[in-house]
């Protein structure tokens, strides 16, 4: 993906209130807020159409992103997206601060590969995502735009668990580091419906 995503321009917002809201999306600018490390908040103002081709792309909800304001660089994570109920626009955006030195706590993607080719899937089982995204800790440094499950070794009616990935180096799982008991699920293969008493059948009849 090209870097030009990862890259906006913004203002700093001087009117605020909801009216002043209203006026920047109707002239198809989007609100938003800086905050987090030891500044305080910042409002911006960002281009809509410029957001809107950023956030088609995955890696923009979970990519270390810099801010241009007024000619200021700044680094973050997008934390929070409020868009309109029905049409296709984005109405605010909530970003934290990045310091290099202290610890990301945020969700990333979850891929899954090589669900097509895996042996379990050829013999007649389907697959099952137990989550979606994966809360972690890292440095800014360690942050992954996505992590990926390979699935290519699980077997029929087996389950893997997040004690089961290779997390990328300094990557941490929030919810293992709770310990045994939040070992949650990630991936199952279930075996076909009904494929079990199947087999019992034939052979009982053999």
């Keep these: 993906m090209s870097e030009a995503i990862y890259t906006l321009d913004a203002q700093v917002r001087t009117d605020k209130g ?64 409020q868009r309109h109920p029905f049409k296709p626009k984005v109405l605010h955006l909530d970003f934290q601060r990045v310091d290099a030195t202290h610890k990301l706590h945020t969700k990333v993607p979850v891929h899954f590969i090589n669900e097509e080719t895996a042996a379990a899937v050829k013999s007649g089982g389907t697959v099952a995502h137990h989550i979606n995204e994966l809360e972690i800790t890292c440095l800014p440094a360690h942050l992954p735009e996505f992590i990926e499950v390979d699935v290519a070794d699980l077997e029929l009616g087996h389950t893997l668990h997040l004690s089961d990935m290779n997390l990328p180096e300094g990557v941490v799982s929030v919810e293992l580091a709770k310990g045994e008991g939040h070992d949650q699920a990630v991936v199952t293969i279930n075996a076909p419906k009904g494929g079990s008493s199947e087999e019992e059948a034939e052979e009982a009849a053999e």
């Design 18 to 81: 909801k009216g002043a809201s209203r006026r920047l999306r109707h002239n198809e600018q989007v609100p938003a807020i800086i905050y987090g490390g030891e500044k305080e908040p910042v409002s911006i103002v960002l281009d809509h159409n410029k957001v809107i081709r950023a956030q088609e792309n995955e890696g923009f909800y979970s990519h270390l992103l810099t801010l241009n304001v007024d000619g200021d660089a700044v680094e973050v994570i997008l934390k929070d997206v």
